[in-house]
């Protein structure tokens, strides 16, 4: 008889909104609420990950800010609705590709009426304004309600490649990663603390992406970036072809103290993910492997 033990199936929790210590402003905190790139993959088989895709809140000197608005940014919204009205939000979009901007028509903040909503993106490779992608995903008939019902107070700001953001004292810094995909990075800087957003590296990044990169993540507390994906035809799972070593490499490159890697691949189910967080860790020891739910303080 086999000696296998079956584990009772596990139950899917939301993650859970911060501490109330951030009332205060005394902390910068970090809770990853999305990881997945391309599209939502929920099942058996990305509990332990997640299967939303990619939304990152950061909370500095008690402000609320918002990286990219993928189907995480759903369980954020219910997660503020927690909080004490009115709400002040700033998001920031990497790009208006559907897995970052997908979760937006969904963010119950975005219907009342006291909150306000500040609203930050590049211009998409046809042209279009962060505005109006986001509101022709919710155009009919791709989705019932229109933008316009949407009754938050909303600010809508373009940005360009080095346009500086200042919110009172944190300074959010930008620049374009990924010439093909239109792709921008953050860098979010606060006291003596530092966090890069950069989710758009690519392994065959030209000259002038690779020199933005690198002002964005020189020396941060923090790099949150993805891992590059093998072309669909080359994916072999008897070995890893996650990509993860362009991460590692940009990492040890800008002297950060922490990588986290974020964006998973749709197919890369737990299992997998668990056996690349043990690959990337024996190189690159201060790395992880986003979560949903996983919340970091940013020291």
């Known amino acids: 008889m086999s000696n296998l033990k079956l584990s009772p199936p596990q139950k899917y929790a939301s993650p859970k909104p911060f501490p109330q210590i951030l009332s205060q402003g005394s902390e910068f905190l970090v809770q990853f609420w999305g990881v997945r790139g391309l599209i939502p993959t929920p099942g058996s088989h990305t509990i332990r990950y997640g299967g939303n895709t990619g939304c990152v809140e950061m909370q500095v000197g008690g402000k609320h800010l918002v990286f990219d608005g993928g189907t995480g940014l759903r369980l954020l919204g219910k997660s503020m609705l927690q909080l004490r009205s009115p709400l002040k939000a700033h998001l920031f979009f990497t790009n208006s590709q559907s897995n970052r901007i997908q979760g937006f ?170 056996q690349v967080q043990v690959d990337v860790k024996s190189v690159f020891p201060k790395a992880l492997l986003a979560k949903e739910g996983l919340v970091l303080t940013v020291v």
């Open 105 to 274: 028509p969904f963010f119950a903040p975005a219907f009342v009426s006291e909150n306000c909503l500040h609203i930050y993106g590049t211009a998409a490779l046809n042209g279009a304004s962060i505005k109006q992608c986001l509101c022709d995903q919710m155009l009919q008939p791709h989705f019932p309600y229109p933008f316009q019902l949407m009754q938050s107070e909303l600010h809508f700001h373009n940005l360009t490649s080095g346009k500086v953001v200042k919110i009172d004292d944190i300074t959010i810094t930008t620049a374009i990663i990924n010439h093909e995909q239109k792709s921008i990075g953050y860098r979010v800087s606060w006291q003596e603390y530092s966090v890069a957003y950069i989710t758009d590296v690519s392994k065959i990044a030209n000259e002038v992406d690779q020199k933005y990169i690198a002002q964005l993540t020189k020396g941060v507390n923090l790099l949150i970036a993805n891992a590059t994906y093998a072309l669909p035809a080359a994916r072999n799972y008897n070995s890893p072809d996650f990509h993860w070593d362009t991460a590692v490499d940009l990492a040890t490159t800008a002297n950060v103290k922490q990588l986290v890697i974020s964006h998973h691949h749709p197919d890369d189910d737990d299992d997998f993910l668990d």
